[in-house]
Nanobody, 121 residues
Framework: QVQLVESGGGLVQAGGSLRLSCAAS????????MGWYRQAPGKQRELVAI???????NYADSVKGRFTISRDNAKNAVYLQMNSLKPEDTAVYYC???????????????WGQGTLVTVSS
């Protein structure tokens, strides 16, 4: 089972950019879905972006056109480029990995510990 470690969070002014990284302790090439979620204070965790091992990416409506998710299987890493940041993007951002067994109900889900992004107005 891989472990995920996020980095790249911090304090940034509105309109600025940050790039989050998620380093996996093992190979992610077989992991079906890698994603970024976030949880703002007092709110539920929500999906930000997801990138499957094959196929197109998906984004929350609130970040479309501003955030870009990418994965580098050779480096066992996933990234989230965040541009035009807004105060409402302030949250703890979590990396997520989901591996499924086709044709069965089995799945494995792993979470990182999170990295805090604070956007000041």
């Amino acid at each position: 089972q891989v472990q995920l470690v996020e980095s790249g969070g911090g304090l940034v002014q509105a309109g600025g950019s940050l790039r989050l990284s998620c380093a996996a302790s093992g190979s992610i090439s077989s992991i079906n879905y890698m994603g970024w979620y976030r949880q703002a204070p007092g709110k539920q965790r929500e999906l930000v972006a997801i990138i499957p091992s094959g196929g197109s990416t998906n984004y929350a409506d609130s970040v479309k056109g501003r955030f870009t998710i990418s994965r580098d299987n050779a480096k066992n890493a996933v990234y989230l480029q965040m541009n035009s940041l807004k105060p409402e993007d302030t949250a703890v951002y979590y990396c997520n990995a989901v591996e499924v067994a086709a044709g069965t109900s089995w799945y494995l889900e792993v979470w990182g510990q999170g990295t805090l992004v604070t956007v000041s107005s």
